[in-house]
């Protein structure tokens, strides 16, 4: 009975220090972790002071046009300037006719030069490049007369490329969330692929600014690709600008493009504002 009263006591003891054990330990673990979670605190608020300290680009919301660059000027302000150099391009393919019927090498050159010369530059070399700009990629050669008839059967062409160009930007990912909206509708509805397409190319060309007009510059990604190849296209965008007044509105770029009245939407604001939701 004896021998029985002491290795129960033995067992109490035992269990004992087992449980004292335990409760260090989950002492020591529960140091550890808050120790840890301290130091990764003291880390994380480390890293956010030194993003807070980290100055701010300065030339981040400033956007310079061809040929320009932002840097700081004396007083640290961000301006735009003239490229200083271009890159020496020896691909045949990067060569570009200006307006003024001469190859350059690249078009960097081009508006470089014309930064240059609209800042009067000692590096001007001719004062007409005030002015200059890309006409179309490519060696320059001699551009065909659009004949009345196919002017006449141009704005059907370009509706059906503007269509196919929009089908295949879909089918790859690329034609963007709101702009899919548009190509949705004409798989349920065949009668708008005219409709959708040419409404999304003008909603893609009013890029800077987006002011609901396009501008010559504005019309530069359709034109200069076209041009070496469609002889038709320059005249054709001319004959859009109905008013002459050097941009071409939502209105007469529909008009143009042969639809009615009542098919001309102006969508690109609700498409502009659903993109800067989803950012």
Known sequence: MKFSFVLFLCIVLFAGLLARKKEDND????????????????????????????????CAGLHCGAGRICVIDEQEKPICDCVPECPVETDERRKVCSNHNETWSSDCEVYRMRCLCSKDSEKCLKKK??????????????IPECTKKEMGDFPRRIREWLFAIMQELALRGDLGAN?????????????RKWVNAII????????????????????????APLLAMEHCIA???DSCDSDSDHVITLVEWGSCLGLKENEIEDKCIAVRQAQRSEK
Request: proline content about 6%.
């Open 235 to 237: 005249p054709f965008l």
């Open 27 to 58: 002492d020591t673990d529960e140091l550890d972790l808050i120790s840890d979670d301290e130091a990764e605190d003291k880390e994380n608020n480390v890293d956010q002071e030194e993003e807070i300290k980290k100055p701010k680009d300065p």
């Open 200 to 223: 999304w190319k003008f909603c893609d060309l009013d890029s800077h600014p987006e002011d609901r007009a396009v501008s010559r510059h504005e019309l530069f990604p359709i034109r």
């Open 129 to 142: 490049y005030n002015h200059v700009h890309v006409d179309y990629y490519g060696t320059c050669i001699e």
């Open 179 to 191: 702009f899919m909206k548009l190509e949705a509708e004409i798989e349920q509805d065949l009668s």
